[in-house]
């Protein structure tokens, strides 16, 4: 049986777990409806032991996390050398914000903390000439909202990686490895609430920083185009003729 994998690599905060799910569940909300007569499971990197091996039928999706890609933490470091088996091998992959970041640190590019700080609420995402084109990215509009927090960005995409989309903070929104191979910065898997549960969390700090939290929260949308990419892989990667 086709088997869709979702790789954690995280907690979310406790009250979000609480009223939303943790990360793997958010993900198993949006991923469901399209994994009719596909085993939906997860493999938690830091507790499961080794990665488990992959079929030429396996998926992978692998989530966001509160650890960081540039602390090389030996969880993380394990999964180098599987994502790259994984690519060799032509698995299906979809890394989400920690993902997107581990998955260009482990094929030759670099992560790390950016420059500019934090991204954090709903922001506009552009597609780049190549997303236009791309087989997942391109049913997407040229320019959409989506949910993004994080501090480390891909600094430098792997070679021969593609860039699909970027925004004015982030030069690497969403990258293409192979042939069914993406990644991205922002978080299809999020709801509204769920990103405002993040932006309260944040507030004290952004605050310190010069931000206007109340304004980020007020700000955060509905992001339709970007959730639609979790049933968009599903229907990629498990497509058959």
Not at 37 to 53: K, N, S, Y
């Amino acid at each position: 049986m086709a088997r869709l994998l979702i790789v954690k690599t995280g907690d979310s905060f406790a009250d979000v777990v609480r009223d939303h799910g943790d990360f793997e569940a958010l993900f198993r909300a949006r991923l469901t409806p399209a994994c009719e007569a596909i085993a939906l499971e997860v493999f938690d990197a830091r507790r499961d032991g080794p990665p488990p091996a992959l079929g030429v039928a396996d998926a992978l999706v692998i989530t966001g996390s509160h650890a960081m890609v540039s602390d090389a933490e030996p969880w993380s470091e394990a999964l180098k050398p599987w994502l790259r088996q994984a690519l060799a091998d032509d698995v299906a992959m979809l890394g989400v914000c920690y993902g997107h970041q581990l998955m260009a640190a482990a094929l030759g590019g670099e992560s790390g903390y950016h420059p500019a700080g934090r991204e954090t609420g709903t922001h506009r995402v552009r597609l780049t000439e190549a997303g236009r084109r791309d087989p997942l990215l391109g049913a997407l509009p040229e320019t959409f909202p989506a949910q993004l927090t994080h501090a480390q960005s891909v600094l430098a995409a792997p070679p021969g990686a593609e860039v699909l989309a970027e925004n004015d903070h982030d030069g690497y929104q969403a990258l293409r490895f192979g042939p069914r191979q993406w990644s991205v910065q922002f978080h299809p898997e999020f709801t509204p609430a769920v990103m405002r549960a993040y932006l309260r969390h944040q507030y004290q700090a952004l605050a310190e920083r010069g931000r206007d939290p109340e304004a980020l929260l007020a700000a955060v949308a509905p992001t339709p185009a970007a959730t639609s990419l979790l049933p968009r892989f599903v229907a990629r990667a498990f497509a058959t003729g």
